[in-house]
């Protein structure tokens, strides 16, 4: 079964649509991928992907205890 955050995102997504998502710049998220922070990706063909998993993954770590 999938959680609603599943539901929402594609299997992969661009830098586009995940910036989107995150309502940040895709230089943001550039910047982030030099410094080594931010969810695992993928370099497939010359784009960057980010596998759905690894974002959601990724925002469970980011959560503040509350």
């Known amino acids: 079964m999938t959680s609603?955050?599943?539901a929402e995102l594609p299997p992969r997504?661009?830098?586009?649509e995940l910036s989107e998502h995150w309502r940040v710049t895709t230089r943001t998220l550039q910047r982030?991928?030099?410094e080594g922070?931010?969810?695992r990706w993928?370099?497939?063909?010359?784009?960057?992907?980010y596998p759905?998993?690894?974002?959601?993954a990724y925002e469970r770590r980011q959560?503040?205890?509350g």
Do not use: C, S, Y
């Open 37 to 39: 922070f931010g969810p």
């Open 32 to 34: 982030w991928r030099a």
């Open 52 to 56: 759905r998993d690894e974002v959601l």
């Open 13 to 16: 997504l661009t830098e586009r």
């Open 4 to 6: 609603p955050d599943q």
């Open 42 to 49: 993928l370099r497939i063909g010359g784009r960057i992907l």
């Open 63 to 65: 959560r503040e205890p």
